[in-house]
């Protein structure tokens, strides 16, 4: 279990702030009719059982701290995907965990019919912490997201002047805003698409005139859709970096640019900073480092520690106000039990110095990766803890990004592919020092055996049905 106190440097070659607290040591998993008692059992359960939206790396967590998870075997792993980004402040952050509970002796529901204590505490923290005039409550990323595009869309009637039912909400290609029809309707991949047509109208990465697509980090293809189609145009929704489409990092002056063409258009700008956001990339928004302010923000994710659904949509009166009572809400938005522990995690992330450690390790973390010097590795990316390697299959013996993941599992760390080909490396930014270089040499090691793999390597736990899909290797 990580102690948190390792004196890593930051860019400056200062020592950054020890991570605080040191987590405790848990007492052996007792057995619960709530808990899976072994990995099988979890496994063949949930296939058995649940919708097969998820093609999940095969293992299960029973717990977790810091930056470490244990399966029901007790077998530990350090967790290299941070439940994406989520867990930004660590798994089960004791602070995080005291607040929760703390708060569910106390209240934890009281609709937006009424007032409650925590919430107005909530929205002044989030407000100051991120240099908004007002926030609008929800609970997933996908919710603020769509959230954001309704009142966009109705900025653009109000105060913009676009007739109604023209108002047009534009993304970059290759986008993930997540999995609700609006979303998908906006996205590129036809993974997410197909079979769930007819799509919301108006939304999407394409110029409805010229039917030419707008990139991720084209400028020109964006200001030509607002060209044509700029008057009718509510906003520009974009990942700061994409993280699906495999951490896309775009050039430094993009978001700059990108911020005024809307200006010049009267468009509202809004940064999806779900996965970005909460000082993952060593900024508190990933935007920060255009030194843009967005005319709003998504956040979601870690801005509640992984603890408790909480998402947000940020903006400024102008825009915000839009929204008139009883147009617009949800149940548990604003909650104060997902108050109560979001306040808590904007703290620790300041307490504990998160932002300059994702920065600092982030740069540990990529130099590593680009000294192993591996023909199989094509690109090493992104910013803060937020990474990816690009890994080519024309030099792996037949391997995919998959096995490297079933490899690095079986030495105890996991990641997962995105975009077949393709590693995200984002862990929790409690990480320390020594735990990074312990991740690099279990990447090295598995990097370096993977040409050469053929048999089995330990037995891999999934359902009978599910032999040879996707999986590549039985290690």
């Known amino acids: 279990m990580a102690p948190h106190a390792d004196a890593s440097l930051n860019a400056n070659g200062s020592a950054l702030k020890p991570t605080a607290p040191t987590f405790q040591p848990i007492a052996a998993l007792s057995e619960s009719k709530y808990h899976s008692t072994s990995s099988s059992e979890a496994i063949e359960a949930e296939h058995k059982y649940a919708a097969h939206n998820y093609h999940p790396l095969p293992i299960v967590f029973a717990r977790a701290e810091g930056c470490n998870v244990w399966d029901p075997e007790g077998k530990e792993y350090i967790d290299f995907l941070s439940a994406y980004s989520a867990v930004n402040q660590g798994h089960c952050h004791p602070e995080l965990v005291k607040a929760l509970c703390e708060q569910a002796q106390r209240l934890t529901l009281s609709s937006r019919a009424f007032h409650n204590d925590v919430f107005p505490k909530w929205a002044e923290k989030v407000k100051d912490v991120f240099g908004y005039d007002m926030v609008l409550p929800m609970n997933t990323g996908a919710e603020a997201v769509e959230t954001a595009i309704k009142v966009a869309r109705k900025w653009a009637y109000k105060v913009k002047g676009v007739p109604q039912g023209k108002a047009l909400i534009f993304a970059a290609a290759e986008n993930f805003h997540g999995r609700t029809m609006t979303a998908i309707s906006m996205s590129t991949d036809p993974e997410s698409k197909d079979n769930y047509g007819p799509y919301v109208p108006a939304v999407g990465a394409v110029c409805p005139s010229t039917k030419k697509g707008i990139e991720f980090g084209s400028v020109s293809a964006l200001a030509e859709a607002f060209e044509a189609h700029g008057k009718e145009t509510a906003a520009f929704i974009v990942e700061p970096i994409q993280g699906e489409a495999g951490v896309v990092v775009p050039a430094d002056d993009y978001l700059t640019q990108v911020q005024a063409l809307c200006k010049k258009h009267n468009v509202l700008l809004i940064c999806d900073e779900i996965q970005t956001g909460i000082g993952r990339t060593g900024r508190m928004l990933c935007s920060q480092w255009a030194g843009i302010k967005p005319d709003m923000v998504t956040l979601g994710k870690a801005i509640s520690g992984g603890m408790y659904p909480v998402s947000c949509v940020l903006g400024s009166k102008e825009v915000m106000l839009v929204v008139e009572p009883g147009t617009h809400g949800s149940t548990y938005g604003g909650n104060p039990l997902g108050c109560a522990v979001s306040i808590r995690a904007l703290e620790i992330m300041q307490e504990e110095d998160l932002t300059v450690r994702a920065e600092a390790l982030g740069t540990i973390l990529r130099k590593g990766l680009e000294d192993f010097k591996s023909p199989i590795i094509k690109t090493v990316r992104g910013k803060g803890l937020l990474n990816a ?36 490396f984002a862990p929790p930014l409690v990480i320390t020092e020594d735990q990074i270089k312990k991740s690099l040499q279990i990447i090295g090691e598995a990097i370096t055996e993977l040409p050469n793999l053929k048999g089995a390597k330990e037995d891999q736990v999934i359902p009978k049905s599910e032999k040879g899909v996707h999986i590549g290797l039985d290690i």
């Not at 990641?415 to 995200?424: C, G, Y």
């Open 389 to 424: 390697i690009v890994i080519d299959e024309d030099k792996t013996g037949g391997h995919s990004a998959w096995d490297l993941c079933m490899l690095m599992k079986s030495k105890g760390l996991l990641a997962k592919p995105t975009h077949q080909n393709i590693i995200r």
